[in-house]
């Protein structure tokens, strides 16, 4: 998962180590930062602002770099480092590769010495309600409004994808992360085992049934996922709920709106996941699988289609056979009457990277993500990990593997069908924690959908809402 935000990675947001006894404490830990953000950087390091430094960088301050080396790896990161170098040959460089964020970071926020530039990803990546709510976030404006790394008369922001901005902010102008992944979720599959049984990719419910009862009389489980970490199983059901009611049905769940769980797509799309596990067609022991385990299981031919985003092309390189042609599809449709046609699936900018106001190198560590924005490293991450920057046709003239090339085909099919729930990294502990608990008991058989529903509005949604201690972000349209 590069990354969530992991979430997020994978907003987000999600692609690390299992969630642990230490999230709850590192939420804690941030929690105990009463006064750490400020009015301004507390970084003294500034050097002076010319043509070629744009952010005024110093060119000899040391820079300290975090990153999330999960799906994605880290590579990437350190390749932009040496081109950081490059540029400023008397700067150091310390670069930490972990899958810990939490609960490495978590006691330097504390200690009023964070890192210079971190990539908040993964199930341990750091709650980000609590630190915007507590000032410890550079807004990365100034970032955004600087000249692009590659053509000076071009500001960053014009240089990203749709939405890439907009994905940074919580409830305001102010921009506090900048997702430099650009994930496709949805259904995934290998091409060469649907050829290999004669099944196209189902584009409705009803097909989908019909394959897997196919699947199941050849021995080969209809689908798989990662019973460790449930929420995995949204990056299908939220776009299928998109897709059946509209994006204003998400927008809804994401301003945690009262009854907005209740909304009739919802059911219809908890539903068919509940027909998955009431007619067998769920991998034997899914349950208690990893990411990588219902991953390698997928890879083996064990189970045809598995709930995912894009960076399970490069996670899953290890266990992926030669010929597999991997792919992606959206969410089958449920019915002639949903809102947004097939094709429509959840896409969004992921891998957040956040400058920290404490970090002693603010503006080294935004003039590294600038670097990390231009044509050349958002290419070398495309070739590297198998998925898109937010670079908008950064990836025009490389040739892309199978699954980023469906991905690719995916995105232009969806077309404005993209829906782009925010609930993962808005609330991640929601997210991840109450609602994924409860669709890993769906899947299980151990939930209805009716009360699946019930407790994502009232034990879920409406605990949000109602807790003040918790900050609210809502969609500006």
């Not at 880290?74 to 081109?83: G, L, N």
């Not at 935004?366 to 231009?374: A, D, F, K």
């Not at 729930?421 to 151990?446: A, C, F, I, V």
């Amino acid at each position: 998962m590069g990354g969530p935000s992991e979430v997020s990675r994978r907003t987000l947001l999600t692609r690390a180590a299992a969630l642990g006894a230490l999230a709850v404490p590192g939420a804690a830990l941030l929690d105990a930062c009463a006064t750490g953000g400020g009015s301004g950087n507390a970084s003294s390091d500034k050097g002076t602002v010319t043509k070629d430094n744009p952010l005024g960088v110093k060119v000899d301050a040391p820079l300290d770099v975090v990153i999330f080396k999960g799906g994605f790896g880290d590579k990437y990161a350190t390749d932009a480092e040496a081109a950081f170098k490059q540029k400023y040959p008397k700067a150091t460089i310390k670069h930490t590769g972990t899958q810990t964020i939490t609960q490495q970071l978590a006691p330097r926020f504390v200690g009023g010495n964070p890192p210079d530039l971190i990539d908040n990803s993964g199930a341990q990546q750091l709650d980000m309600n609590s630190l915007i709510s507590k000032g410890q976030l550079t807004d990365l404006t100034p970032l955004l409004d600087a000249p692009s790394f590659d053509d000076p008369t071009k500001k960053v922001r014009d240089t990203l994808l749709p939405g890439s901005v907009e994905q940074g902010q919580y409830g305001g102008k102010e921009v506090y992360a900048m997702n430099y992944a650009q994930n496709v979720f949805g259904v995934w599959y290998s091409q060469a085992q649907l050829d290999k049984y004669q099944i196209k990719y189902p584009q409705t419910w009803a097909d989908m049934i019909t394959a897997c009862e196919t699947l199941k009389g050849k021995g080969i489980a209809g689908w798989t996922y990662a019973g460790k970490y449930p929420y995995y199983v949204h990056f299908a059901m939220y776009g299928m709920i998109a897709k059946i009611g509209g994006l204003d049905v998400m927008k809804s769940i994401d301003n945690l709106e009262p009854n907005a769980w209740k909304n009739p797509a919802v059911k219809t799309a908890v539903d068919a996941f509940a027909e998955l596990a009431a007619k067998g067609y769920i991998l034997q022991g899914s349950e208690g699988l990893t990411h990588i385990e219902s991953q390698t299981a997928w890879n083996q031919g064990k189970a045809a289609f598995i709930p995912n985003g894009s960076w399970v092309e490069n996670e899953s390189k290890p266990t992926t056979p030669a010929g597999f042609n991997m792919a992606v599809g959206g969410p089958p449709s449920a019915s002639a009457a949903d809102k947004l046609p097939y094709g429509s699936t959840w896409s969004a900018s992921g891998e957040p990277f956040i400058v920290p106001k404490q970090g002693k190198n603010a503006l080294g560590g935004q003039e590294l993500l600038r670097i990390m924005l231009s044509k050349a490293q958002s290419q070398n991450f495309a070739k590297l990990v198998s998925s898109l920057t937010c670079v908008a046709g950064a990836a025009d003239g490389i040739q892309l593997p199978p699954g980023l090339t469906s991905a690719n085909a995916l995105l232009k099919a969806a077309g404005q069908g993209v829906s782009n729930p925010r609930l993962p990294d808005w609330y991640p502990d929601l997210e991840k924690k109450s609602l994924g608990q409860n669709t890993g008991l769906l899947m299980h058989k151990e939930l209805s959908t009716a009360d699946w529903i019930t407790r994502a509005q009232a034990a879920a949604a409406d605990a949000v809402a109602s807790n003040s201690a918790i900050k609210k972000f809502k969609h500006s349209s």
